[in-house]
């Protein structure tokens, strides 16, 4: 039987249950401890660590600046990510792609695929922007799996990631334009 895979988009801080919130933040850990370049560089975390930095990302919801897109499988969180924007008008035409991870369990099946061919279409058609822009930790491979949906690396810091001692990691700057 086919997984039925469907979005949700949270648009203030109301939309972010707590019942959405413990999914959100189960997946953080889980994404974050299995390694994932999701926004915590130094496994392990547990709720305690994520969920500040979660009710920080929810309390900054709006529909015009942050949103949390969110990808379900068979009714059950398979991923998220945060696409935000500047509304100062020299910055405003694009936004940013942040925190973007699919629960272990379900990678390979095209969730993050969707996930960005989704934020593709909301920045686009809901947003109104006319770019993307991330950041994404090199030496994970990451550069590559963005390459195949159409990002392009437009720039590098290197050695701006310090992991630990001897393993510094560059940043990857990718954008996605036109959307």
């Not at 203030?12 to 249950?17: G, M």
């Not at 437009?154 to 990857?172: K, M, S």
């Amino acid at each position: 039987m086919a997984s039925v895979l469907a979005f949700q988009q949270l648009v203030s801080p109301d939309d972010a249950t707590p019942r959405l919130r413990r999914a959100l933040a189960a997946c953080w850990v889980e994404v974050t401890n299995a390694g994932g370049a999701a926004g915590f560089p130094f496994a392990p975390v547990d709720a305690a660590t994520v969920v500040p930095a979660l009710d920080r990302l929810a309390q900054s919801l709006s529909p015009d600046t942050s949103r949390l897109l969110l990808a379900s499988l068979d009714g059950e969180l398979a991923g998220w990510l945060n696409v935000r924007r500047d509304r100062f008008e020299l910055i405003a035409h694009w936004g940013t792609v942040h925190h973007v991870q699919t629960r272990t369990d379900v990678r390979g099946r095209g969730v993050g695929r969707a996930l960005l061919e989704e934020v593709r279409r909301v920045a686009k058609e809901e947003m109104g922007l006319e770019q993307l822009r991330l950041a994404a930790r090199g030496g994970a491979g990451l550069e590559d799996f963005y390459g195949r949906l159409g990002w392009r690396e437009v720039g590098r810091w290197p050695g701006a990631l310090w992991l630990a001692a001897g393993d510094d990691r560059d940043e990857i700057l990718m954008l996605l334009a036109p959307l």
